[in-house]
């Protein structure tokens, strides 16, 4: 199934493409629409469809700017024009954008299904070709890649002297001038274990991450790409390392087996600063791991204040893992401190008191790192009979790893959330006041909160369990069953009054989501 997103200012253009076409029957998803380019562009950067309908005389933004716009950061989205503008220099600069098909006004549902199926052959002819492993491969092993990647190594780890990274860049042909600089780590990985799987998402990435602008990438590993972003100010920044982050994940995920952790690390002003940007990123990387999930982190997002955890003592294991870990690591840590017991047999009852003394003195750093104090949230464990009733045995020594590790994780969570709990609960309440105007959008509410769209969507996404579009339709769709339940309104004033710009829009979304229709719902 190809996704498909639908862009024009006439509601009866876009009511007719989305009724007259059998989507899941034909092999496509009906994935959303909007009518002028600003809102589509807001929606398509976090929908990420694999095919784009837009009119190319809208309001605001034309759809050759939301074309070009696209291509730039989504350059995988497959492009067909509407337009009732026979000119060829219309269809010269939609050329020169890299748009799939131009179909002009009129036209009938089989001429739009027509270029639909154009299109997804193509997406189906790409997607095989940049998974070509042994192209990937060969590609990396040439001179100039093995040249690039041995210098930007160096860089990364901080291994290179002002001199030499400027004259490097001049003989690879490295443009790394610029203000600020941040550097992503993504690690790829395979839920099965199959590295096929995960050899064919890093070709993908292969192909894609030489068109994001502003960037330097690499892979250092057969499963690491390591990305050196750069901005003219902290702001397009963010808004591009965030942007990136987004896209990696998209385009691993592309394989159900595979998931892709992606850590950023601080903001530099300095080529030679850049490995500092290097060593936080790959910090988050090596401390925790996030089995089956897919994850963005951030250096920023994880520090608090001036007490952050990045602040802790550094290399502690202990440390790091309680710093980043999830759940699912609590086994494994609980594993490793049985067999370090278990080589010193006989001695039981020393060791494992020794582990637990330690654990909890690590768990105790933690808590006031993060503003707490171990004797006010959990003062059972610093006595001295919790120790002593731990070790009694083997079973229930387990039982108590397990719980102070989980008490420690669950505590640290509330915390990082916590960061964040303002600002998740400041958009919703602007939300919940403001989802009757059409104008809500990714990028306004963001501005409310202070925060890039993508890093807003990145922090939503993750905190909510729900992306930013599916939370605002639920909303707009929740107010909607309230004013067909409790009052007389038609179904076309109940459309307007909930965000929606076209009733019958509101009618197909409302379906898709109760799976009934506002008539039916009305008649329970």
């Not at 996704?3 to 007719?16: A, N, Q, T, W």
């Not at 590609?139 to 990364?156: A, G, M, P, Y």
């Not at 993908?204 to 960037?215: D, I, V």
């Not at 409310?448 to 996404?461: A, Y």
Request: proline share 2%.
């Amino acid at each position: 199934m190809y996704s498909v997103f639908l862009v024009d200012d006439e509601p009866i253009v876009l009511e007719g493409i989305r009724s007259k076409i059998e989507w899941e029957s034909k092999g496509f998803t009906f994935a959303g629409e909007a009518t002028d380019g600003e809102i589509a562009l807001s929606m398509i950067q976090e929908i990420k469809p694999d095919i784009l309908i837009t009119d190319i005389k809208m309001p605001f933004m034309d759809g050759l700017q939301l074309a070009a716009a696209i291509k730039k950061t989504q350059p995988w989205i497959k492009i067909i024009i509407l337009s009732g503008h026979d000119e060829f220099d219309y269809a010269k600069r939609a050329i020169s954008i890299g748009i799939e098909d131009y179909l002009l006004k009129p036209f009938t549902a089989d001429e739009v299904l027509d270029a639909l199926k154009k299109a997804a052959s193509h997406l189906e002819q790409e997607r095989t070709q940049v998974s070509d492993i042994n192209k990937m491969k060969e590609e990396l092993k040439s001179r100039d890649k093995l040249l690039q990647k041995e210098f930007l190594t160096n860089l990364v780890k901080g291994s290179e002297s002002m001199t030499n990274i400027m004259e490097k860049c001049q003989e690879l042909n490295i443009n790394l001038i610029s203000r600020y600089y941040k550097v992503l780590i993504s690690n790829v990985t395979s839920k099965s274990g199959n590295e096929q799987t995960v050899q064919e998402a890093c070709s993908r990435l292969n192909s894609y991450s030489s068109s994001w602008e502003q960037t330097i990438s690499f892979f250092r590993h057969a499963n690491q790409l390591i990305i050196i972003q750069k901005g003219n100010s902290q702001t397009d920044l963010e808004e591009n390392i965030f942007r990136v982050a987004e896209n990696i994940e998209h385009i691993v995920s592309q394989n159900e087996d595979c998931t892709v952790i992606t850590a950023i690390g601080k903001t530099v002003e300095h080529t030679t600063s850049i490995s500092s940007s290097y060593t936080d990123a790959k910090m988050i990387l090596d401390a925790g791991k996030f089995e089956n999930q897919n994850r963005i982190i951030s250096a920023d997002d994880i520090k608090l204040d001036n007490n952050g955890l990045l602040d802790l003592k550094e290399n502690d294991p202990l440390v790091d893992r309680l710093k980043y870990a999830s759940k699912g690591d609590i086994s494994a840590i609980v594993t490793q401190s049985m067999e370090l017991i278990k080589n010193n047999p006989g001695q039981f009852n020393v060791f494992a008191s020794y582990l637990l003394l330690d654990l909890i003195f690590e768990v105790s750093k933690l808590i006031e790192s993060l503003g707490g104090n171990i004797k006010e949230v959990n003062p059972d464990i610093l006595q001295h009979s919790f120790v002593e009733k731990a070790v009694e045995d083997e079973e229930n020594f387990v039982t108590v790893l397990e719980d102070v590790l989980n008490f420690a994780l669950e505590y640290r969570d509330s915390k990082i959330t916590g960061k964040y709990g303002d600002v998740i609960l400041k958009a919703k309440k602007y939300i919940d006041e403001n989802y009757a105007d059409q104008n809500t959008t990714l990028t306004t509410v963001a501005d409310v909160v202070c925060l890039s769209p993508n890093h807003f969507s990145t922090i939503f996404s993750q905190e909510c369990k729900t992306t930013f579009i599916e939370y605002l339709t639920n909303v707009r769709i929740e107010n909607a069953k309230r004013l067909i339940k409790n009052t007389d309104m038609k179904v076309y004033d109940i459309a307007y009054e909930c965000g929606f710009s076209d009733p019958h829009y509101f009618s197909y979304i409302f379906k898709k989501n109760t799976g009934v229709t506002p008539r039916e719902y009305k008649l329970q």
